[in-house]
Structure formats: C-alpha cells, structure tokens
C-alpha cells in the first residue's frame, strides 16, 4: 500500500513565524503536490514537483516556498506566517502520468495566531 | 482550461436511500476523472476513477459513477446509503499531470 505521511497533524503556531510542514512518501513516486483545502472552496494547489529539486507554481503560491532535495520528501514552508494561512494542508503524491491516482497524507490542520 | 463543478454542497439522504452526487467537468482533452472522499480530519481516499473503457466504473464502498461525455458529466451514485457513507466527497478532472478538484460536496445520512 502506498504510504503518504505528514509530520503534524496539528500545529498552532503565531504570527510572522516561519513554519515548516513535511511530506514523506514511500512509494518511489515522481510527483509530489501541497494543497490547501478551505471550506466551500475544495482542494486549491500550492506548489508541485515532478522529480527532485524541480518545482513548480501552482495556483496559489504567493506566501509559500517548497523544498525537494529527496525523491521521498516534499517539504512546504511559510517563510512568514500569517493569520490567513491558517487552513488544512494536504499532501499528495503520484507516478508520473495523468491517469495515474494521487495519494494523500493525513493532512495537517494549521493554526495561525 | 480544466474545471470540475460540483452541484450542492451539501446533500442528505435517509440510510436505505440512492445516494447521487454530481459533478460535470470541462475540459479541452479526452478526460480523466476521479472521485474521492475525505472521513473528518483525514485525507482523500480514492473512491473510482475512469481513465479510457467502459464508461460505468465501479468503486469501493458500493459506489459507482458512469462517465457520459455528451452530458460532460460523471456523477457518482449507490443504491442503498449505509450511515458510514457520510463524508465529503470530491470529483476531480486531470490534464498534465495536475489534478482540479471540485469544491466538494458533504453527504450527511439520516438514520
């Protein structure tokens, strides 16, 4: 079974910090996604990588960054926290191809005071 | 561009009812669709998915969806709710690699 992990469930952290979320994946896969997800608005993609220390934007960026130096492991970071990060962050990860399905993680329940 | 719309947010069923969920999808390319669904605080679990074949897939849980592309349509249904089915659930169009999902739809079942 393919195995998606996050490094927090939940965290809570305060304005202006810098937050790192981590995404580790075992099963050799390609591509690895951040999302967002709010209410009513669905799953809104952050930032994707098709294979190690590539990236690339996806429709919601500004206020993130990612970091892909293993295969395994797609880290998201707010450089700078605000209150309006706070949200439920999902990662994902998949072989390369479109027909192929994205696996998620857990997904962890950011709070920004 | 890709897009997926998802027709009510929130749907309630009585357990023993047809579940029907729907989701109609644009796209500028042959799609490939996808349906999910998220217990609380969990992540998406791939409920089915059509990618080429036949046109009425089967999934877990009981559900299926059937693709008709004249009706850019791919709605998910199961004949009989169970009150385990309640979640939100996610339809989603893929084109390079990149999945758009729709904003989701909360199926709540009455006992």
């Known amino acids: 079974d393919v195995k998606v992990t996050q490094s927090s469930r939940y965290l809570v952290k305060r304005t202006g910090e810098k937050v790192f979320l981590e995404c580790v994946q075992d099963m050799d896969h390609e591509n690895m996604f951040w999302y967002r997800q709010d209410p009513g608005l669905g799953l809104r993609l952050i930032y994707f990588s098709y294979d190690v220390k590539m990236k690339e934007k996806g429709d919601i960026p500004e206020g993130y960054s990612v970091s892909r130096e293993k295969k395994e492991r797609f880290s998201l970071i707010l450089e700078s926290a605000s209150t309006n990060q706070t949200s439920m962050y999902l990662c994902?990860?998949?072989?390369?191809?479109?027909?192929?399905?994205?696996?998620f993680g857990p997904g962890t329940r950011l709070t920004v005071l | 561009a890709q897009s997926v719309t998802q027709l009510g947010s929130h749907v309630s069923v009585s357990e023993g009812a047809l579940v029907l969920l729907r989701c109609n999808y644009s796209?500028?390319?042959?799609?490939?669709l996808f349906w999910y669904v998220q217990y609380p605080n969990q992540g998406l679990q791939l409920l089915l998915k059509?990618?080429?074949?036949?046109?009425l897939v089967k999934g877990i849980n009981g559900f299926e969806a059937e693709f008709k592309k004249s009706e850019t349509s791919f709605h998910l249904t199961k004949p009989s709710a169970h009150m385990s089915d309640a979640a939100e659930y996610f339809c989603a169009v893929t084109s390079f690699n990149k999945f758009y999902f729709g904003s989701g739809t909360k199926l709540n079942v009455k006992p």
């Open positions: 059509y990618t080429t074949g036949a046109t």
């Open positions: 994902a990860s998949s072989r390369s191809g479109e027909r192929d399905t994205q696996y």
């Open positions: 796209s500028s390319v042959p799609p490939y």
